[in-house]
């Protein structure tokens, strides 16, 4: 096993009860905490979107804070804002969640007002056509932009059949076609009680916690939502966006990565960027993913791991070479870019099977292991310091069906020994097993 430090206090484990609705509410206490974050998460990422609905969960995000039937657009953030706390959401491919950062004495008030915005959203056709717009600008701007067209385009490829090949912001024209009433019908099925969860971490003491919730819009959530689509634009709704008699909720399909070596020419792309995306365990396989996480530590977190020790500081045949785990629930990726000379990208993509080749020889040093379990330990206990990571954690855990102690990540780290990252892990970055896009200026 590997080496772990001991800690000189265990971390909490979160507390949880379930309303008779079947919404699991889950909390963590901070002693150390000034404020409270509020945190309601739901299963109505892109991957749920039916074939005419591309882009549309990360629409209804925007659209969520154009007001409720009990708030106008822009009140929300005015009385957020006024009780002193602060908000944001964000939809990926699996979830979508929308978070509140408040003084405790306003907990309750601003629970309140973020269930009200939420769950019951008021879909105004002007207010729809006027988001539409903001929408269809950062589609815009994403396209815009040399280096998101090039990861975009090594999804599309490593994922041609999946919902993660597709963009979260969506297709131009399926945005142009969406209305209130197929965004009301999306609402219906992904806002329901069996697939979200509400997360509160931070300064709980002397708040009551059940029974604010209890007696909020949670308790009353059913599988029957009472959005509102108003407006002329609801009342011309297109069967491409009007409810449907499909399934309640869209099931992603398990990921099945397609390996293969493409080549794309961007106009004002100031250097060339090798993309590799390599398909790892789903994200339900807890121990596995975490083996993941100090395997790509080794490979490319800091100068002293393998590939930027030999890429960037001995060779310098990159300016940056990066590794990133993105744990999804059909099948997690692990995606890699360098940036370097056009003329050095293939022997780039040499030395990075020769790094693969050598741990393939020689399973990685104990003082290499020891090292990356380290960095994974330490960022994940620096992250739960604040208030809106532990919510965030705990709310994601929750909504999945994995809640457990706070503790239990670092145990799982203690499995790994350097013999098993080579007999389980590396195996899984075989370069042949990668999909690569070497990205070049036009």
């Known amino acids: ?9 265990a971390l909490p484990t979160p507390h949880a009860f379930h309303l008779q609705n079947g919404v699991q509410v889950v909390s963590v206490r901070q002693e150390q905490a000034p404020v409270v974050c509020l945190d309601f998460w739901c299963r109505a990422g892109s ?23 009990n708030l106008a657009a822009g009140a929300f953030d005015q009385r957020i804002e006024a009780l002193g706390g602060s908000s944001n959401a964000a939809t990926g491919f699996d979830d979508v969640h929308y978070h509140v950062l408040i003084p405790p004495a306003a907990a309750a008030e601003a629970l309140d007002l973020l269930l009200d915005l939420v769950l019951h959203p008021r879909l105004e056709a002007s207010d729809f056509d006027m988001e539409r717009q903001v929408v269809l600008e950062e589609l815009a701007q994403s396209e815009d932009q040399p280096e998101d067209v090039a990861f975009q385009r090594l999804l599309a490829l490593s994922c041609p059949d999946h919902a993660y090949g597709r963009a979260i912001l969506g297709e131009r024209k399926a945005l142009i076609r969406h209305n209130p009433v197929g965004m009301a019908a999306f609402h219906r099925r992904g806002y329901r009680p069996t697939a979200c969860s509400l997360a509160v971490a931070g300064a709980l003491d002397g708040l009551d916690l059940e029974a604010m919730v209890a007696g909020s819009a949670l308790a009353d959530l059913s599988d029957v939502s009472d959005v509102a689509a108003t407006g002329a634009a609801a009342a011309a709704a297109t069967p491409t966006t009007a409810p449907s008699a499909a399934p309640a909720q869209a099931q992603t399909k398990t990921l099945t990565l397609q390996p293969g070596r493409h080549t794309l020419r961007l106009p004002r792309l100031e250097a060339a960027r090798l993309l590799m995306v390599w ?6 396989d807890l121990e596995a993913t975490a083996g993941a996480d100090l395997f790509t530590t080794l490979l490319a977190e800091g100068r002293r791991s393998r ?3 030999r890429l960037r500081e001995d060779l310098r045949m990159v300016e940056s070479v990066d ?28 030395e990075i099977g020769r790094v693969w080749q050598e741990l393939s020889d020689t399973p990685p040093s104990s003082s290499e292991c020891e090292r990356a379990q380290r960095l994974v330990a ?21 909504l999945w069906g994995r809640l457990e102690p706070l503790q239990e990540p670092l145990e799982r780290l203690r499995l790994w020994t350097p013999q098993r990252l080579h007999d389980e892990i590396l ?11 070497l990205a070049l200026p036009a």
């Open 307 to 309: 590939l930027v020790q």
């Open 427 to 437: 195996p899984l970055f075989a370069p042949e097993r990668a999909c690569r896009v």
């Open 47 to 69: 991957a749920t979107e039916r074939q005419a609905e591309s882009g549309l969960a990360h629409f209804l995000e925007h659209m969520v804070f154009k007001g409720s039937e």
């Open 378 to 398: 330490n960022g994940y206990r620096f992250g739960l310091e604040a208030a809106s990571p532990v919510a965030g954690l705990i709310g994601n855990q929750s």
């Open 279 to 284: 398909q790892l365990p789903a994200a339900a």
């Open 1 to 9: 096993m590997i080496s772990l430090p001991a800690l000189h206090e």
């Open 323 to 350: 590794l990133d785990l993105n744990v999804l629930e059909a099948g997690s990726l692990a995606l890699l870019e360098a940036v370097c000379e056009p003329d050095q990208a293939e022997a780039v993509e040499a």
